[in-house]
């Protein structure tokens, strides 16, 4: 996996701050990687990964200086932004994704863009 780049909030489009947007999954839980997007009301779509960064097998996910950045940043109910492949990319603790940590990460998101976690929405998907 390419290293990360860090994304600053502020330089993403100012509807995702604005309006009611829906963080829509494209794959299944499985695994360390959701691929996703946010589509805001009224605003063109943007890809936006959910990524666990703490699995390391077969390979780890992030190196240790990511990972502590992602870590700090949870433990202060923020979460860090990447682009990876150059796609958005939610970095969070774990390993993997249960329904409650894919609601608290979006939740975040909204509040990192400056919105209130109530104008988001998540769907989700069933299987891989």
């Known amino acids: 996996m390419p290293d990360p780049s860090a994304v600053d909030p502020f330089d993403l489009p100012e509807v995702l701050g604005t309006s009611d947007v829906v963080w829509r ?72 994704f249960t329904a409650a940590l894919v609601l608290d990460s979006v939740g975040r998101l909204a509040k990192a863009l400056g919105a209130r976690p109530s104008s988001y929405a998540v769907l989700l998907r069933l299987g891989d």
């Open 25 to 96: 999954a494209d794959d299944g839980l499985a695994g360390h990687r959701v691929r996703g997007r946010l589509e805001p009301v009224g605003g063109e779509a943007l890809t936006c990964d959910l990524l666990a960064v703490d699995d390391a097998f077969p390979a780890p996910v992030a190196d240790e200086a990511t990972r502590l950045l992602v870590h700090q940043a949870w433990r202060h109910g923020q979460v860090h932004l990447a682009s990876y492949d150059g796609r958005l990319t939610v970095l969070v603790p774990g390993t993997s």
